[in-house]
């Protein structure tokens, strides 16, 4: 069984709509990330989040907003779509006092149209 | 910043043959270095990891050792199966607890029976 759930594994969104993609994990972990993945780049980091706060945020765009409702949850809205923001977005966790290693989940695949 | 360059696009090999996939990194201080892989329709896992100047990291027949030197991390395998076809990113963490890795762009390894 899969311990980092994420939702949907793939979905089709039309330019300037918004779309929440959603992240568990059941791992126990202290940490949670979202990275990116575009066609023809490499898996690019975007939050990290430890005890539900914010700790590092390399996404320029306020489009892009994680929440944290729970410990173990790490959502991710994003706004006003762009054809752009087509790409699998991966959510991680680690335990950070535990030498950090990260799990990533199998992905949300977003197209924007 | 920080990067990571390693062998481009794809290596495809038949059974039983030896495996080099290059990768080179640029960072501030003294990162610890990754390989992770990532097969069809999953995200990413670690395959192993190396945090000193000539560690070596290794997990089911890969290995790699960390060169500060030549600030290098290649991959080998000495016999590659047809299971082992699967994408293999590099990657480096300069901040122990920040969970931000730098990943390089990955290299697809095919491998024929």
């Known amino acids: 069984d899969p311990k980092i759930i994420q939702k949907p594994k793939y979905l089709v969104a039309v330019t300037g709509s918004e779309k929440i993609l959603i992240c568990e994990q059941y791992?126990?972990?202290?940490?949670m990330y979202w990275y990116r993945q575009s066609a023809k780049k490499p898996l690019e980091f975007m939050f990290s989040?430890?005890?539900?706060?914010?700790?590092d945020n390399q996404t320029a765009s306020s489009r892009f907003q994680p929440q944290s409702s729970k410990k173990n949850h790490l959502d991710l809205q994003i706004t006003a779509l762009k054809p752009d923001d087509s790409a699998t977005y991966f959510c991680?966790?680690?335990?950070?006092?535990?030498?950090?290693?990260?799990?990533f989940g199998e992905g949300s695949r977003l197209i924007v149209v | 910043g920080d990067s990571v360059t390693q062998t481009e696009g794809q290596v495809a090999l038949s059974e039983e043959d030896f495996l080099t996939i290059h990768c080179n990194y640029s960072?501030?201080?003294?990162?610890?270095l990754f390989w992770y892989v990532q097969y069809p329709g999953e995200g990413p896992q670690l395959l192993f990891r190396?945090?000193?100047?000539?560690e070596k990291g290794s997990s089911r027949g890969f290995e790699a050792t960390y060169d500060k030197g030549t600030t290098s991390f290649h991959l080998r395998k000495a016999s590659v199966q047809e299971s082992d076809s699967a994408v293999y990113y590099c990657?480096?963490?300069?901040?122990?607890?920040?969970?931000?890795?730098?990943f390089g762009h990955g290299t697809i390894l095919r491998v024929h029976p």
């Open positions: 991680a966790s680690s335990q950070q006092d535990s030498g950090n290693t990260l799990y």
């Open positions: 960072a501030s201080g003294y990162p610890t």
């Open positions: 791992l126990g972990h202290n940490a």
């Open positions: 190396a945090s000193r100047d000539k």
């Open positions: 990657a480096l963490n300069t901040g122990a607890n920040t969970g931000k890795l730098t």
């Open positions: 989040y430890s005890y539900q706060k914010l700790m």
